[in-house]
C-alpha cells in the first residue's frame, strides 16, 4: 500500500503545469475568450481550433493566444491514467 501511495505523489510531482503563449502585439489585452479544450487518450491525433481573427474581429486586432494546462488539468489526467486530458485556450484581443 506504501509503494502505491508512493507512485501515486511522485506522479502528482511529476506532473507539471504547461503554458504556451504565442504573442502577436505586446500591448495590454484582456482576455476575450476562454475555451476548456477536452481531449482522450492524451489527445492523440486529435485537434481543437479556435480561429483568434474571428474571435477579436480580423487578424490585426488579436493581441495574444494561450494555451494553458493547468495543476486541476493535470490532476484530472493523472486520475484517469490519461484517458481524459483537458486544457484550457485564451484569445486576448487589442482594446
Not at 509503494?3 to 503545469?17: E, F
Not at 481573427?53 to 493547468?70: I, L, N, S
Amino acid at each position: 500500500m506504501k509503494k502505491l501511495i508512493l507512485i501515486a505523489a511522485l506522479s502528482m510531482v511529476a506532473t507539471g503545469c504547461a503554458q504556451q503563449t504565442f504573442v502577436m502585439a505586446p500591448d495590454e489585452a484582456e482576455v476575450t475568450t476562454e475555451a476548456p479544450q477536452h481531449f482522450f487518450i492524451n489527445g492523440l491525433a486529435q485537434e481543437k481550433e479556435i480561429d483568434a481573427a474571428k474571435v477579436c474581429g480580423g487578424a490585426d486586432k488579436v493581441a495574444k493566444v494561450e494555451v494553458q494546462e493547468t495543476f486541476v488539468n493535470g490532476l484530472l489526467r493523472t486520475v484517469t491514467f490519461g484517458i481524459y486530458t483537458p486544457r484550457d485556450a485564451r484569445v486576448y484581443c487589442k482594446a
